[in-house]
Nanobody, 122 residues
Framework: QVQLVESGGGLVQAGGSLRLSCAASGRTFSSYAMVWFRQAPGKEREFVAA????????YYADSVKGRFTISRDNAKKTVYLQMNSLKPEDTAVYYC???????????????WGKGTLVTVSS
């Protein structure tokens, strides 16, 4: 099994920045892609960003492209989401997930973290 734990969420003013972290433990395969999703109240969980665990390819939702950056530290088995120029519509619970291949679909994920709340005030 793989355990994923997110951290770094909190309250931030619009235009500000936050960096989320997702630390993996347990059985971790280098071929796993790591993916960030988010879910706002009353909305479905949506794809935010993805990165190959063993490669350098990154993918973003159109809504965050140019503002968010996904990265990884393989030695620490940690994936990050740097969020800049935050908007109130970015308010959501952010989840880290792992899949065998890069995917935007929540049902393709094999493991999930419990989430961290990001609140952006105007």
């Amino acid at each position: 099994q793989v355990q994923l734990v997110e951290s770094g969420g909190g309250l931030v003013q619009a235009g500000g920045s936050l960096r989320l972290s997702c630390a993996a433990s347990g059985r971790t395969f280098s071929s796993y892609a790591m993916v960030w999703f988010r879910q706002a109240p009353g909305k479905e969980r949506e794809f935010v960003a993805a990165i190959s665990w063993s490669g350098g390819s990154a993918y973003y939702a159109d809504s965050v492209k140019g503002r968010f950056t996904i990265s990884r530290d393989n030695a620490k088995k940690t994936v990050y989401l740097q969020m800049n120029s935050l908007k109130p519509e970015d308010t959501a619970v952010y989840y880290c997930a792992a899949s065998e291949v890069v995917s935007r679909a929540a049902n393709a994920m094999l493991y999930w973290g419990k989430g961290t709340l990001v609140t952006v005030s105007s």
